[in-house]
């Protein structure tokens, strides 16, 4: 895995070309000169994009149920990538984006949906992400245009990977994420309108995750979320653009949702609930997905600040 590095006094980001444009390491300087993950960090090696620090998800965020959705009266079927029997997370995230341009600060990358004949979607489109490392933020950019002749619907997210702990054992991170709602999920799909229940009202306030396996997605998100890492002393707060109003929370466990707390938990700002395509076509409203006409763009921002 060849990366691009940026580093500054205080942050370190390196970013990987051929595995999606993800993050493969963003660290905070600690204790002894030591940069520590506060993204899960990715194997030098590594060749497989969903294990790094955080992805990209586009043309659309998530999940599609059954790989299939109608639009305009056209039933488009892709290619099912999970063994759930889903079309997942997109189709930008395992595939190699060229640099358009780098500096020491930043460095900008784009992806063209018409160089790949195996492109799991049925319109040409093209994405272009860029990050911005300042003194103590990072600044992801993400854009997603229509090179179609048609319009299309369409969603995109990223998928951050947060350490559980940094240089502290006794670490406990906590997280404040204000939402309006939990959306009722079958094998991680919504099935139906979001409501307020124990766990959305438990985010409006800074708190330690539930101890339970937990992979849910929430709508109303408002855009800002805290993590706190209290023993290292720590906090890094989420900004995403106002589009981004659909929050997934994954805090897996090991061996399943019997197993103990796996190192990581993923807090994923994204424009679209899980399979909104199909939900939206059901008559829930608020899902998320934007449409596309020729020639235009759907352009998001997400900072997230590091500090104490």
Same mark, same amino acid.
């Given at each position: 895995?060849?990366?691009?590095?940026?580093?500054?006094?205080?942050?370190?980001?390196?970013?990987?070309?051929?595995?999606?444009?993800?993050?493969?390491?963003?660290?905070?300087?600690?204790?002894?000169?030591?940069?520590?993950?506060?993204?899960?960090? #990715? @194997? &030098?090696?590594? /060749?497989?994009?969903?294990?790094?620090?955080? !992805?990209?998800?586009?043309? =659309?965020?998530? %999940?599609?149920?059954?790989?299939?959705?109608?639009?305009?009266?056209?039933?488009?079927?892709?290619?099912?990538?999970?063994?759930?029997?889903?079309?997942?997370?997109?189709?930008?995230?395992?595939?190699?984006?060229?640099?358009?341009?780098?500096?020491?600060?930043?460095?900008?990358?784009?992806?063209?949906?018409?160089?790949?004949?195996?492109?799991?979607?049925?319109?040409?489109?093209?994405?272009?992400?860029?990050?911005?490392?300042?003194?103590?933020?990072?600044?992801?950019?993400?854009?997603?245009?229509?090179?179609? #002749? @048609? &319009?299309?619907? /369409?969603?995109?997210?990223?998928?951050?990977? !947060?350490?559980?702990?940094? =240089?502290?054992? %006794?670490?406990?991170?906590?997280?404040?994420?204000?939402?309006?709602?939990?959306?009722?999920?079958?094998?991680?799909?919504?099935?139906?309108?979001?409501?307020?229940?124990?766990?959305?009202?438990?985010?409006?306030?800074?708190?330690?995750?539930?101890?339970?396996?937990?992979?849910?997605?929430?709508?109303?998100?408002?855009?800002?979320?805290?993590?706190?890492?209290?023993?290292?002393?720590?906090?890094?707060?989420?900004?995403?653009?106002?589009?981004?109003?659909?929050?997934?929370?994954?805090?897996?466990?090991?061996?399943?949702?019997?197993?103990?707390?796996?190192?990581?938990?993923?807090?994923?700002?994204?424009?679209?609930?899980?399979?909104?395509?199909?939900?939206?076509?059901?008559?829930?409203?608020?899902?998320?997905?934007?449409?596309?006409?020729?020639?235009?763009?759907?352009?998001?921002?997400?900072?997230?600040?590091?500090?104490?």
């Amino acid at each position: 895995m060849t990366c691009i590095a940026l580093v500054n006094k205080m942050l370190r980001l390196s970013i990987a070309p051929e595995l999606g444009a993800g993050i493969a390491d963003f660290s905070v300087l600690g204790p002894s000169g030591f940069y520590y993950p506060m993204m899960r960090r #990715a @194997a &030098p090696e590594e /060749t497989n994009a969903s294990l790094l620090g955080s !992805f990209i998800m586009a043309p =659309w965020a998530n %999940r599609i149920a059954g790989a299939k959705f109608v639009f305009e009266g056209r039933e488009i079927a892709l290619r099912v990538n999970t063994a759930d029997g889903t079309a997942q997370h997109g189709d930008v995230r395992k595939r190699p984006w060229k640099i358009v341009r780098q500096d020491s600060a930043s460095v900008t990358l784009a992806y063209e949906s018409k160089d790949h004949a195996d492109s799991n979607w049925a319109w040409k489109y093209a994405c272009e992400a860029e990050y911005v490392l300042e003194d103590s933020a990072l600044v992801v950019s993400l854009r997603v245009r229509n090179l179609d #002749a @048609a &319009p299309f619907p /369409t969603g995109c997210g990223h998928h951050p990977y !947060f350490s559980r702990r940094l =240089w502290d054992d %006794r670490d406990v991170i906590e997280l404040r994420a204000p939402v309006s709602g939990r959306y009722p999920l079958k094998a991680a799909c919504a099935i139906g309108p979001a409501a307020p229940d124990d766990l959305s009202r438990r985010l409006a306030n800074l708190a330690t995750i539930p101890d339970e396996h937990i992979d849910t997605v929430f709508a109303g998100f408002g855009g800002t979320a805290e993590l706190r890492w209290p023993s290292s002393g720590v906090t890094l707060r989420m900004k995403a653009s106002s589009s981004m109003n659909h929050l997934v929370l994954f805090a897996p466990h090991a061996n399943g949702k019997s197993g103990t707390p796996l190192p990581f938990i993923a807090v994923e700002p994204q424009t679209q609930v899980n399979d909104a395509f199909n939900l939206g076509a059901r008559g829930v409203k608020g899902t998320g997905t934007i449409v596309l006409n020729p020639g235009e763009e759907m352009l998001t921002e997400c900072r997230f600040a590091v500090g104490t």
